[in-house]
């Protein structure tokens, strides 16, 4: 059974509210870098607190480097910049949905590759949740509810977001196997170690003439880096007991939040395609619960 209030608690709407906020000012490129840089401070505080918790890196075994280094030197890069690709060529109403669908595809590699399999009603679960967001996601599309699904074909966009959601199914899967060889701790910690200096990179290679924005906006950054380690650490905690395919379902069921947030703060309209995705969603997690 999921632990839902673990991965339901780690997508705060407070993260997207500031990450929109600050976005605004902020070059991309030093934005990714400097909320997983500042994020840092938090993933070493567990450490502090119960010292057994560290590992030392030369005890760490080569399969754990191999996955962790993977995850932050080459996964993490790679769906940040096939994620903007996606977004710079085409309407977000047409990609988006696509993204939706990496449950889907995180059930069917971890049947694959870990040998997970879920029973009827868990699966039933992961497909009507993934149903709810996508039809949340694809309220703008004109063409048609299977547009962005026939767009595969000939789009190089849609198929750049569907290459973010098999990277981010893939390296969801590697999670689980990595916390495995350490703790769910030192596997944060060293992962988003990794993350910033691949994004470091990133951002001299593209944005040097800004780099002065790291420190311009900490505030913010701080901030947004707490809400990451929590729901770094919550999301972590839920893989290492549960199926991947579940806990990737409810993980991106957080899109509730947005619902509710959207209509009770910023009174936003088209409230019934909202709420009937709402009750979608809500249905798919009832069911994974029951799973």
């Known amino acids: 059974m999921v632990p839902v209030s673990n991965i339901f608690s780690c997508h705060l709407f407070t993260a997207r509210s500031n990450r929109k906020i600050t976005l605004k000012k902020i070059d991309k490129n030093i934005l990714g870098l400097s909320i997983r840089l500042y994020s840092i401070p938090f993933f070493a505080l567990p450490f502090l607190f119960n010292p057994d918790l560290f590992i030392r890196p030369t005890d ?133 170690v990794l993350m910033s200096l691949s994004l470091l990179s990133i951002a001299i290679l593209k944005s040097k003439h800004h780099l002065h924005q790291v420190f311009k906006y900490y505030k913010e950054y701080f901030l947004i880096g707490f809400i990451i380690f929590a729901y ?40 019934l395609p909202r709420i009937i995705s709402g009750i979608v969603i809500t249905a798919g997690l009832i069911i994974i619960k029951l799973a």
């Open 60 to 192: 760490l075994n080569t399969e754990f480097w191999i996955l962790v280094c993977y995850i932050g030197l080459l996964s993490y890069p790679l769906e940040t910049v096939f994620y903007f690709k996606a977004m710079q060529k085409e309407d977000i109403s047409l990609v988006m949905p696509i993204l939706s669908i990496h449950p889907v595809i995180t059930l069917v590699l971890a049947l694959v590759i870990l040998n997970e399999v879920p029973d009827l009603l868990g699966v039933t679960g992961v497909i009507v949740t993934t149903l709810g967001i996508y039809m949340l996601k694809i309220k703008h599309v004109h063409n048609g509810f299977f547009a962005p699904l026939i767009q595969l074909k000939n789009n190089l966009a849609v198929r750049y977001m569907l290459i973010t959601a098999t990277l981010i199914s893939i390296g969801t899967v590697i999670d689980k196997i990595a916390i495995s060889t350490a703790n769910v701790y030192m596997y944060a910690f060293v992962s988003h």
């Open 232 to 271: 770094t650490t919550l999301y972590l905690l839920a893989l290492k007991d549960a199926f991947v395919g579940y806990v990737s379902a409810v993980k991106s069921a957080s899109v509730l939040l947005t619902i509710v947030f959207g209509v009770i703060l910023f009174k936003e309209k088209d409230l």
